[in-house]
């Protein structure tokens, strides 16, 4: 466990020193990579079981919705409980359709999950409650009972969001490595024979629905808070394809290209929107082509390919 | 001997064919039996319904005294069946070492996220699975390079993993070149020991002759012999129906 813990740790702890030397700009940036980073994940664990969500904005959408309301409504400012709730509301919302979805497999699967994620998009549009298709905005959280200044709330928000998305990573590690995340692979690869060996692939893919649902919660609830503003746009499809997008981008071998994917992704959409601001998503589409055309699979096959290299 | 599973009077149709007509097999704990018949003679549908895979329209089928006749394929798993396959069902991305891992991995039903895979304890085992069916130096390349032959031996190993009571390989030997087969099935053999009770559906009455304690021939979803090996290669019917008038 060592070995998946100790390189987590200390990337921790050099990110969160890092926002020190950080401009604002890179630290919203970089926060916005980590929030979107953590759904990815969660996309990128069902994608090692042979299945992709194409509705992640689902889970993104209700992790931020709850935030916004257990802030708004109920008063709730802790930072840490605030993202708890996100990720525990999406995880509780994904669990009933968890068993429906394992029953099904590839476009299937993708389908269902893009429409469950269109449905909740259209009750937010249409739900004045929650601020219809404008939503609404959200103060900023407290941190351990103090509020945070204009000025120290990026970088604050920052280093929470690395430590608890660096906390999660770990834990995702130290999952692909056990037994499960073996077995999980394996379905991947051969459902049936996973089946004839003993497991059952629908509660093994429902599983990592669940906390797949828990990491997007996760993730909507940081972008909420850094961004201090929600709408249904977190259901909306092109968001999901986005996750999506940077999920092909990491591949499924390695956690950390999860983030750095996220990242990348981040700093080619903001660059090319500041350059070409009506042809940005052109830009972005190369970028995906060339990824897809030199590496298949994922900016973690640089690192991943190397390490199976010096395997005897 | 007790028998470890008592197949008794099974029956299953699909629509107007009869794949199974009051089947009943018993079969003795540490007996290698094998199970012979044309295309469609019924001992697939055996095999499925043993392993839980098809529910039978009648009869009943025990083992080590508990009826599964209707328990779920996992469940049957769990109580001590595992299989083999004509086609060898591997994770052809991963090598054979991984291979091994999912199965033990697997036995239990619930792999767990707490339990590294790759765990000293863990690869040990499979090493030294492997080094039974003579695989060792296999162990770390991909299942989608290995020759058919090897394949078919990590297909068993994978099955043995968990120490079943009862394996059922279906054609361990086809696909396998002539020269291979016997040193194949010698490895096979000396790998399961004596204590797992093995039946095995063959179409090579060489192998049959040499492996098999027992036979049983299947035609037309029915048992039409169950005996010592010589004594149901020399059957009528089963010269006729089975291995063919030339014989």
Request: glycine fraction near 10%.
């Amino acid at each position: 466990m060592r070995r998946q813990v100790l390189p987590g740790v200390a990337a921790i702890v050099l990110l969160s020193a890092a926002s020190f030397l950080m401009p604002r700009w890179l630290l919203f940036l970089s926060t916005m990579a980590l929030s979107h980073g953590v759904v990815v994940l969660g996309i990128v664990l069902l994608m090692r079981g042979g299945v992709v969500s194409f509705g992640q904005g689902l889970v993104f959408a209700a992790g931020g919705y709850a935030t916004a309301l257990a802030s708004n409504r109920l008063g709730i400012t802790d930072v840490f409980a605030l993202l708890a709730l996100g990720g525990l509301a999406a995880a509780a919302i994904t669990a009933p359709f968890a068993v429906l979805l394992s029953r099904y497999r590839a476009i299937f699967f993708a389908m269902l999950t893009l429409a469950l994620s269109m449905v909740l998009y259209g009750v937010l549009v249409k739900t004045e409650a929650l601020g219809g298709s404008d939503g609404f905005n959200v103060a900023k959280p407290t941190l351990f009972g103090r509020a945070l200044g204009p000025d120290e709330s990026a970088q604050a928000l920052y280093v929470v969001g690395v430590v608890v998305v660096g906390v999660l990573g770990i834990a995702a590690r130290i999952w692909f490595d056990s037994t499960r995340g073996l077995v999980t692979l394996a379905i991947r690869q051969n459902e049936l024979r996973v089946e004839y060996l003993g497991a059952s692939a629908r509660r093994i893919i429902a599983g990592d629905f669940v906390v797949a649902g828990f990491l997007g919660g996760i993730g909507g609830a940081l972008t909420v808070l850094s961004l201090g503003h929600i709408d249904p746009n977190f259901s909306f499809w092109t968001t999901s394809g986005e996750f999506v997008f940077a999920a092909i981008l990491a591949g499924h071998h390695s956690v950390a290209a999860v983030f750095v994917a996220s990242f990348l992704l981040e700093m080619v959409r903001s660059f090319s929107n500041l350059y070409f601001p009506n042809t940005w998503q052109l830009a972005l589409g190369v970028f995906l082509l060339a990824v897809i055309r030199f590496l298949p699979d994922g900016v973690g096959s640089l690192w991943t390919r190397r390490r199976k290299r010096r395997q005897p | 001997m007790t028998a470890l599973l008592s197949a008794r009077g099974l029956k299953k149709s699909f629509g107007a064919v009869v794949a199974a007509d009051d089947v009943t097999i018993e079969v003795p704990q540490g007996a290698r039996v094998s199970l012979i018949g044309s295309n469609g003679a019924g001992k697939t549908t055996f095999v499925n319904m043993v392993t839980g895979y098809l529910k039978p329209d009648g009869g009943s089928i025990v083992l080590a005294g508990e009826d599964v006749t209707r328990r779920s394929p996992r469940e049957i798993t769990r109580l001590g069946v595992a299989r083999s396959f004509q086609i060898p069902q591997l994770a052809l991305e991963m090598d054979a070492l991984d291979n091994v891992l999912v199965a033990a991995s697997c036995r239990t039903g619930h792999p767990s996220f707490l339990q590294p895979a790759h765990a000293s304890d863990r690869v040990d085992a499979a090493m030294a699975l492997l080094q039974r069916f003579g695989l060792a130096e296999h162990a770390h390349r991909r299942a989608a390079e290995l020759p058919g032959g090897v394949r078919k031996l990590l297909d068993i190993a994978m099955a043995l993993t968990g120490s079943p009571k009862l394996l059922l390989l279906d054609e361990p030997t086809s696909g396998v070149s002539a020269e291979e087969k016997f040193p194949m099935m010698d490895t096979i053999v000396e790998a399961l020991g004596s204590e797992v009770t093995v039946l095995f559906v063959e179409h090579d009455m060489e192998i049959v002759n040499r492996y098999a304690q027992r036979v049983v021939a299947f035609y037309s979803g029915r048992v039409i012999a169950d005996d010592e090996p010589s004594a149901v290669l020399a059957d009528p019917q089963v010269q006729r129906y089975v291995t063919g008038s030339s014989r």
